[in-house]
Antibody, heavy 116, light 112 residues
């Protein structure tokens, strides 16, 4: 059974950093591109970043370029999102998702709140 | 970025009623490889989104066949033939043909 379990969310002040993790199991992690998708409170879904199966390519939405870094450790079957210079508009539930022509599997999400 | 416009924003249905949700794209979603990467997801309250349909009309494993998808180019439709109570939630279309991937604004299905 495919499982994606996010962790690392919490309350953080504007301008500070936070690192999210997503532990994957139930499939060969190194075979798949992975992504982070976020959802602000009471709002819709928004793609944040994608990393290729081998980590050689990364893609970001414009609003997080230069502030967020997506990475992965295939030996640990874990996906990461390093978030720096956080802003109030980054407040959201962050989901990791397996990317294969869509997002076929999602984690349960981890809430990031950016507030002073 | 590709804009996906979903209508209606809210849908009120009775059990057993058939309903449709429209998703219109600002650009054709036909990829150069011949595939159309238009998917539908359902997010129940307090849960993660779950995929329903991929490549316009293909049902994800385990999805009841009362769900169906159709369309091409820029116009797409999700149909539920005989709504059941477990179908309530917010439905999103999403496209994967053009980067960045984008989502529609959602259609909330409520049961009368």
């Amino acid at each position: 059974e495919v499982q994606l379990v996010e962790s690392g969310g919490g309350l953080v002040q504007p301008g500070r950093s936070l690192k999210l993790s997503c532990a994957a199991s139930g499939f060969t992690f190194s075979d798949y591109n992975m992504a982070w998708v976020r959802q602000a409170p009471k709002k819709g879904l928004e793609w944040v970043a994608t990393i290729s199966y081998d980590g050689s390519s990364t893609y970001y939405r414009d609003s997080v370029k230069g502030r967020f870094t997506i990475s992965r450790d295939n030996a640990k079957s874990t996906l990461y999102l390093q978030m720096d210079s956080l802003r109030s508009e980054d407040t959201a539930t962050y989901y990791c998702a397996r990317q294969d022509g869509g997002f076929a599997y999602w984690g349960q999400g981890t809430l990031v709140t950016v507030s002073s | 970025d590709v804009v996906l416009t979903q209508t209606p924003p809210t849908l009120l249905a009775t059990i057993g009623q058939s309903v449709s949700i429209s998703c219109r794209s600002s650009q054709s979603l036909l990829h150069s490889n011949g595939n159309t990467y238009l998917n539908w997801l359902l997010q129940r309250t307090g849960q993660s989104p779950q995929p329903l349909i991929y490549l316009v009309s293909k049902l994800e494993s385990g999805v009841p066949n009362r769900f169906s998808g159709s369309g091409s180019g820029t116009d797409f439709t999700l149909k539920i033939s005989g709504v059941e109570a477990e179908d309530l939630g917010v439905y999103y279309c999403m496209q994967f043909t053009h980067y960045p991937p984008t989502f529609g604004s959602g259609t909330k299905l409520e049961i009368k």
